[in-house]
């Protein structure tokens, strides 16, 4: 199956694109709940796709509780957090 793409059935009838459902929280981006997404959809496509171009180094992303890294496959039910790695005001 192309990633992206619609599925035919039998008979070359089309299919819908598979999608799967993942819990986000991102504060950053007023992003929480359940979002529908692209079935076998990486870490690193969805954080271009929902961060417009923002730099995934300055975040720290977890997926069910665990550091993830791009290449991981979003899985139905999965948690994933994106938080910044530095908030601004914040003093070092």
């Known amino acids: 199956m192309a990633f992206g ?3 035919t059935g039998g008979a070359g009838t089309p299919m819908a694109t598979a999608t799967i ?3 986000v929280v991102n504060p950053t981006r007023s992003i929480q709940g359940p979002q529908k997404i692209a079935a076998r959809l990486s870490l690193r ?3 271009f796709q929902t961060m417009n171009g923002l ?10 509780g665990s550091p993830a890294n791009g290449d991981a496959i979003l899985q ?3 948690e994933v957090i994106i938080t910044p790695s530095q908030f601004k005001g914040e003093c070092r």
């Open 5 to 7: 793409g619609t599925v």
């Open 21 to 23: 459902t993942v819990n």
């Open 45 to 47: 496509n969805y954080f």
């Open 55 to 64: 730099d995934p180094t300055n975040f720290v992303i977890r997926v069910n």
């Open 76 to 78: 139905e039910g999965d």
